[in-house]
């Protein structure tokens, strides 16, 4: 089975500072992996995903992530936040393998709620 | 690009009642999907459509939950007797295949009271 552990709910961080919002997976050896930003009582928006190739994923908004095979992780980072980033950040994982109709589906973590304070 | 579209935003209803939602996804996308996300947790996988056939269900859909895709373009979700461990918010999500990110819904927040 495919988990997700986003190891802080929430994360408070002074404006400009950066910030990095911790993920870990637990799944088979070939995985995606996501970013997602909720902003209260909307959707999910795709900040980057990790399919193959370059471990040094770049997104939207100024955020990166590192895929890291052997700590099973995905961190998200940015190097200076703003206000604006004050949001409901998820880590996902889809797993081929775990998928007996082909559907990809996405496991979520319970999300890390960042907080940037001014 | 339109984006998905899901209807209606806010649901309150009496425990007991029926509920439909329904879902527009991006139109050259095949693949859709609904999720169902409560407080304080991320979204959780209800059930996966390719084209009309509706190809894998989780265990978190019971009996009461039905879910169609008539012709490949729109779905709907119905809820029969709802319950008050049914109030969440329902996600839908469109996508074109493997790999391939996933496009949200704003959401159906359901309420049942």
């Known amino acids: 089975a495919q988990s997700v552990t986003q190891l802080d709910s929430q994360v408070p961080v002074f404006e400009e500072a950066p910030v990095e919002l911790r993920c870990n997976y637990s799944?088979?050896?070939?995985?995606?992996l996501f970013w997602y930003v909720q902003y209260p009582n909307q959707g999910l928006q795709l900040l980057l995903k990790y399919l193959s190739g370059s471990t040094l994923v770049k997104g939207i908004n100024g955020f990166e992530a590192e895929f890291n095979k052997s700590q099973t992780s995905f961190h998200l980072r940015k190097p200076s936040v703003h206000i604006s980033d004050t949001a409901e950040y998820f880590c996902?994982?889809?797993?081929?393998?775990?998928?007996?109709?082909?559907?990809?589906?996405?496991?979520f973590g319970k999300g890390t709620k960042l907080s940037v304070i001014p | 690009d339109t984006g998905v579209s899901q209807d209606p935003r806010h649901k309150i209803t009496k425990r007991g009642q029926n509920v439909t939602f329904r879902c527009d996804p991006i139109s050259e996308h095949n693949r859709l999907y609904w999720y169902r996300q409560t407080l304080g947790q991320g979204p959780e996988f209800l059930t996966y459509f390719q084209n009309e056939a509706q190809l894998e269900k989780s265990r978190l859909l019971s009996d009461r939950f039905s879910a169609e895709r008539p012709k490949g373009s729109f779905s709907t979700l119905e809820i029969q007797r709802t319950e008050q461990g049914d109030s969440a918010m329902y996600l839908c999500a469109s996508s074109t295949g493997q790999g391939s990110h996933y496009t949200f819904g704003s959401g159906t927040r359901l309420t049942v009271v």
């Open positions: 799944s088979s050896v070939s995985v995606y």
């Open positions: 996902a994982v889809s797993d081929p393998a775990y998928s007996g109709a082909g559907s990809y589906q996405l496991t």
